[in-house]
């Protein structure tokens, strides 16, 4: 994986892709959807940006309210 790799930035630009990607083709509460904003926020916590972490887990978590 490329965050094993400490390439963040590159990591983020993919990560961001797939999180829009597969929001808009597959909703938010689809477990692909999950699977990349989990991703995402793994990302952020390697980084140590937890700011960027809480932001998406924020995100994360109100989706998964909605879909209930």
């Not at 909703?27 to 940006?49: F, M, Q, R």
Request: proline share 3%; hydrophobic share 40%; aromatic share 12%.
């Amino acid at each position: 994986m490329i965050c094993d790799q400490q390439r963040y930035e590159r990591a983020e630009h993919f990560l961001l892709e797939a999180v829009w990607g597969r929001h808009f083709a597959l909703g938010d509460d689809h477990p692909d959807t999950l699977e990349s904003w989990n991703s995402l926020i793994d990302l952020y916590e390697a980084w140590g940006k937890p700011d960027e972490a809480e932001k998406w887990r924020a995100k994360l978590l109100a989706a998964e309210d909605a879909s209930k």
